[in-house]
Nanobody
C-alpha cells in the first residue's frame, strides 16, 4: 500500500505561481503525476513523469507548468506559473506501482481573476 500526501495548494491571483508537492510513503519506480478535477468536470491529466525523467503534459498547461521528481525523497513536484482562472481545480497526485494505481487526497488550487 502506498500513501500519497500532497501540499502546496491555495489561492492565487491570475498570473501568479504555486508549487505543489506530493510525498509517497514508498519508493515509486514507475510513473508519477498530477491530475485535476474542476467542479462539474471529469478528472483530467495535467502532467506525468517517469522514473528516468521523461515527461508528458496536457496541451492546456504546456509551457506554464513543470513537473519534476526527486526519487531519493519519493516526491513529485508541480511548478505552476502564469496561472489562469481555468486552472482552478482540486489537484490529485498519482502514482503507479506494481500494477496498481494510487491517488492522493487532493489539494485545492483556486485562481482568482
Amino acid at each position: 500500500q502506498v500513501q500519497l500526501v500532497e501540499s502546496g495548494g491555495g489561492l492565487v491571483q491570475a498570473g501568479g505561481s504555486l508549487r505543489l508537492s506530493c510525498a509517497a510513503s514508498s519508493s515509486i519506480s514507475s510513473v508519477m503525476g498530477w491530475y485535476r478535477q474542476a467542479p462539474g468536470k471529469q478528472r483530467e491529466l495535467v502532467a506525468t513523469i517517469a522514473t528516468g525523467g521523461s515527461t508528458n503534459y496536457a496541451a492546456s498547461v504546456k509551457g506554464r507548468f513543470t513537473i519534476s521528481r526527486d526519487n531519493a525523497k519519493n516526491t513529485v513536484y508541480l511548478q505552476m506559473n502564469s496561472l489562469k482562472p481555468e486552472d482552478t481545480a482540486v489537484y490529485y497526485c498519482y502514482a503507479y506501482r506494481y500494477g496498481l494505481s494510487y491517488w492522493g487526497q487532493g489539494t485545492q488550487v483556486t485562481v482568482s481573476s
